[in-house]
């Protein structure tokens, strides 16, 4: 079973920027994929950024160029830096595990077996 809490989510003004941390703790397997989905209002969830136990990173398209997930070295943090943030990234953040995805789109939300608790981002 895995934990996962996220942090570091607030109010912030367009154009800013913002860093969401996402502590993970339990059992971890070698072939795990993490990432970060959002749900704003009256939306569904979607998938923002994912990062597998290769390093390999995959981002929505609303968000490349502005959005960088990353690791810490002990693999036990998953970060999001988002910058030039617009209100349309409102949202409440999740931060998500999986194991063993093969060639399956890790940005949707059917293949996530584990979730935090959310931590809301507000741009104005």
């Known amino acids: 079973h895995v934990q996962l809490v996220e942090s570091g989510g607030g109010l912030v003004q367009a154009g800013g920027s913002l860093r969401l941390s996402c502590a993970a703790s339990?059992?971890?397997?070698?072939?795990?994929?993490m990432g970060w989905f959002r749900q704003a209002p009256g939306k569904e969830r979607e998938g923002v950024a994912a990062?597998?136990?290769?390093?390999?990173?995959t981002y929505a398209d609303s968000v490349k160029g502005r959005f960088y997930i990353s690791q810490d070295i002990a693999k036990t943090t998953l970060l999001l830096r988002m910058f030039r943030l617009t209100p349309e990234d409102t949202a409440m953040y999740y931060c998500?595990?999986?194991?063993?995805?093969?060639?399956?789109?890790?940005?949707?939300?059917?293949?996530?077996?584990?979730w935090g608790q959310g931590t809301q981002v507000t741009v104005s």
């Open positions: 339990g059992r971890i397997y070698s072939n795990y994929v």
């Open positions: 990062i597998d136990s290769g390093g390999g990173v």
């Open positions: 998500a595990a999986t194991y063993g995805l093969g060639t399956q789109d890790p940005l949707s939300t059917l293949h996530y077996q584990y």
